[in-house]
């Protein structure tokens, strides 16, 4: 064998290895790499999506105690029940205070309940200085309970000045036993 053609047969025999290590080493490593990458990329996207759903909980968590928060704020505004002659009283002691005297005041027989509170409203009719009545309103806003001025007709008493007879229906609102 010359060298010339010791060095052709030793070409196509590195070329033969060559395209042998290609096929059998290099392109399934290389499909193995790829498949890696793919699953890799999936498991990034899922646990990116977890991070996000980790967030999300956190806030809902965050949410779910300011409102808590809000709703034990509410209830501590709520008196029970037994309570309403106290408010009555208050409500009495107010006016008197105010100079507005009390035509009449009744319970409403229409009591709503609502999902853990009751609503009870009051028919009052008050007479007494515009400024009195006014004062009388700032005052009832300033008790810690929770209470919502419904219906209110003012008119002027005739022959007198400054003179306001008020009929309103003003509702309490309480916490319910059961709720």
Do not use: C
């Amino acid at each position: 064998m010359t060298s010339g053609v010791r060095k052709i047969v030793f070409f196509f025999v590195l070329l033969g290895i060559t395209f042998v290590a290609y096929r059998f080493m290099i392109r399934p490593a290389n499909k193995h790499l790829s498949e890696q990458k793919t699953r890799l990329q999936s498991k990034l996207d899922k646990l990116s999506k977890l991070e996000k759903a980790t967030a999300t909980v956190e806030n809902f968590s965050k949410e779910l105690e300011q409102l808590q928060e809000a709703i034990d704020f509410f209830e501590s505004k709520l008196p029970p029940t037994e309570q309403i002659d106290q408010v009555l009283q208050d409500v009495t002691l107010i006016g008197q205070k105010q100079g507005v005297s009390r035509k009449t005041i009744r319970r409403l027989s229409t009591t709503e309940d609502n999902n853990g509170y009751v609503e009870q409203p009051l028919s009052m009719k008050l007479e007494g200085n515009f400024n009195s009545f006014y004062s009388f309103l700032l005052a009832l806003e300033k008790l810690p309970r929770i209470m919502k001025v419904r219906q209110l007709r003012l008119e002027k008493v005739k022959g007198e000045e400054g003179i306001v007879s008020a009929d309103f229906v003003v509702s309490i609102f309480f916490q319910d036993k059961a709720g």
